[in-house]
């Protein structure tokens, strides 16, 4: 293929001296983050025996049942599985059926992200690339324009407009054939089979594709903000969309009323792109929400032909989907993401489904074949596997951890967290996971309202998980006396959620001097 005439790498997703550390550490030119141990020894599989000597054996046979008194927490009793570690030696600390494999909502992100750095490595930047083919005279490109998507599920509105000034530049005003979406990266397994169709238009759930548009700051690809506006009281609210061809894209159908009060409801059924927007909303405010779109590749098209349109490049012939042919073609512009260990900031502190779903179909790709859930979860087992640590009852259904089917124990997450501690990249992971009790949407993330004046605040890194009947967590926290523990707390429960004895369980490590 002929060089491109423009390539340009994104900017780093947030400003200031934070962003550059994340990309420092994931690029080794950092040792560890403070409070982290250092190049800590560890081991495949950890081993349950006694401590080093008869004193710090007494001290964690009493922490072991400070842990048994508040987890025999009504909420926690029959319904808790928990593997604590020491994260320096791989000692078991505290079991409670540590080896049950159950549902991990998002703590199966934990693992995604680890095979991801694995396989991918650190500095892997996703692409998406326009291409030509046809002879350009005069300015008219006579032929198609492929826009081609390799995953990226960061790619905003921003970015197909910086593609359109490309095309521009490159001394395109005209094209006579289509905006083709080659989304052929992935397979056309857009929505997991592993997921309720009731999901279908909720932004936990979008679809994964290899071209896709994020219509917000939290990079929630493959949705639609939609904007109702309440008018006078009785009449129907105004429709809006971030981005604004979604308006298009999208079949808005308007049953919502104003009124006193709001409360709207977005619904899209699985296989159409009809939104139904029902309810209320206040006269002279506005509510926003996130719906889903279907094939979420001609979504993108859309996007970038506005885009086109902007920069006064005419398309005749609409948009489609279609695969680049691989012969007579050149490319125009490019696109890159972030380096995938900044990326691991949007994915695991606000906990995206779909970037993990876009890391997980990427691995897939690794074999030469177009990246598929069978594929990449294939890679991902394989890697926490080949670690050498306990896999018992380990089975994934999707990356993300939306899957019912899901399933993974306590003792495999905290032998994972303690393995990878010896990876070159781990730093980057570490800074990726949610930091308790800092409130901060990119530090905190969702544990920025939890454990906050606790000595776990700005000190445990851990994963959050929810699904209904399900809360899990699991990371790293660091003791009074400087000892960091890897621990785990995977609940499937009815009744009375056991999350805030989550935060007992990390608090008592964080306060515990042996």
Do not use: C
């Amino acid at each position: 293929m002929p060089v491109p005439t423009s390539s340009h790498p994104r900017p780093l997703l947030r400003q200031g001296a934070a962003s550059a550390a994340v990309l420092a550490l994931a690029l080794g030119t950092v040792g560890v983050l403070p409070g982290s141990a250092a190049a800590a020894p560890v081991v495949g599989s950890p081993v349950a025996g006694p401590a080093a000597d008869g004193t710090s054996a007494r001290s964690d046979a009493r922490l072991a049942a400070k842990l048994s008194g508040i987890l025999d927490d009504a909420r926690s009793r029959t319904e808790s599985d928990v593997s604590v570690l020491d994260a320096d030696t791989g000692q078991v600390l505290y079991a409670r059926r540590a080896s049950s494999a159950g549902m991990p909502a998002s703590n199966a992100k934990i693992l995604t992200a680890v095979a991801a750095l694995h396989e991918l490595g650190p500095g892997y930047r996703f692409s998406t690339d326009v291409v030509r083919r046809g002879k350009v005279r005069d300015g008219v490109l006579h032929g198609n324009l492929y826009l081609v998507g390799h995953g990226d599920p960061t790619t905003r509105q921003s970015d197909y407009a910086g593609l359109a000034e490309d095309v521009r530049a490159a001394g395109i005003t005209a094209v006579t054939g289509k905006v083709v979406a080659d989304g052929s990266f992935f397979d056309d397994k857009r929505y997991n089979p592993g997921w309720s169709t009731s999901y279908a238009s909720a932004s936990y759930a979008a679809q994964t594709a290899a071209l896709t548009v994020a219509p917000d700051a939290d990079l929630d690809s493959g949705t639609v903000l939609v904007k109702v506006k309440g008018g006078s009281r009785g009449k129907r609210p105004t429709l809006s969309t971030t981005p604004g061809a979604a308006k298009k894209y999208l079949e808005l159908v308007n049953q919502a009323s104003t009124t006193g009060s709001t409360s709207v409801s977005l619904g899209r059924g699985l296989g159409g792109n009809t939104v139904t927007v029902r309810g209320h909303v206040r006269a002279g405010t506005t509510w926003s929400g996130l719906v889903t779109v279907d094939k979420p590749e001609l979504y993108a098209a859309a996007v970038f032909r506005r885009e086109l349109s902007r920069q006064d490049v005419e398309v005749e012939g609409g948009t489609k989907l279609g695969t680049t042919p691989a012969t007579k073609r050149t490319r125009v512009a490019r696109d890159r993401s972030v380096p995938l260990a900044e990326l691991l900031v949007p994915f695991l502190k606000l906990s995206n489904n779909l970037h993990a779903e876009a890391l997980t179909k990427t691995m897939g790709t690794l074999d030469g074949r177009p990246g598929s859930w069978p594929g990449g979860l294939a890679r991902t087992t394989a890697y926490v596997r080949g670690l050498g640590v306990p896999t018992k009852g380990l089975s994934l259904t999707d990356g993300s951890g939306v899957a019912r089917r899901d399933r993974v124990s306590p003792l495999t997450l905290t032998s994972v967290l303690v393995t990878v501690r010896e990876e070159p990249w781990w730093p980057a992971f570490d800074a990726g996971l949610p930091v308790a009790g800092v409130n901060s949407h990119w530090v905190g993330g969702t544990l920025r309202h939890r454990m906050n004046g606790t000595r776990a605040a700005d000190n445990a890194h851990a994963k959050t998980g929810s699904l209904t009947g399900v809360t899990a967590l699991s990371g790293y926290v660091t003791g009074r006396d400087g000892r960091h523990y890897a621990f785990s707390m995977v609940s499937n429960y009815a009744g009375a959620t056991p999350r805030p004895v989550e935060n007992e369980l990390v608090v008592a490590l964080a306060g515990w001097r042996g």
